[in-house]
Nanobody, 121 residues
Framework: QVQVVESGGGLVQPGGSLRLSCAAS????????MGWYRQAPGKERELVAV???????NYADSAKGRFTISRDNAKNTVYLQMNSLKPEDTAVYYC???????????????WGQGTQVTVSS
């Protein structure tokens, strides 16, 4: 009912920057929140940053001061600007959308397939 597609991952050197994009589409009445999570090999998926419909944001301690989450309401898209990247930021980054469905007005959660971010020299 709702599709979430990430883009923008890749290989970057330590200290470099990347911008991830995530677009939600489908039977969306309203987006309540969108967020970025990441999962490194052998580790559990963890929150990176989230932004709510009232533009409240929340960041993991590891992301504060380096990452910025923002959104374009007209495009149902959220961005994650990542600066000063470190090797420990290497992970698959997943986007999560929490939406209200147009068909039922119930809340629905959809995840993207993930995009690989590798920080290495």
């Amino acid at each position: 009912q709702v599709q979430v597609v990430e883009s923008g991952g890749g290989l970057v050197q330590p200290g470099g920057s990347l911008r991830l994009s995530c677009a939600a589409s489908g039977s969306i009445f309203r987006i309540n929140a969108m967020g970025w999570y990441r999962q490194a090999p052998g580790k559990e998926r963890e929150l990176v940053a989230v932004i709510t419909r009232d533009d409240s944001t929340n960041y993991a301690d590891s992301a504060k001061g380096r990452f910025t989450i923002s959104r374009d309401n007209a495009k149902n898209t959220v961005y994650l600007q990542m600066n000063s990247l470190k090797p420990e930021d290497t992970a698959v980054y997943y986007c999560k959308a929490v939406v209200v469905l147009r068909t039922s007005f119930s809340e629905y959660i959809s995840w993207g397939q993930g995009t690989q971010v590798t920080v290495s020299s």
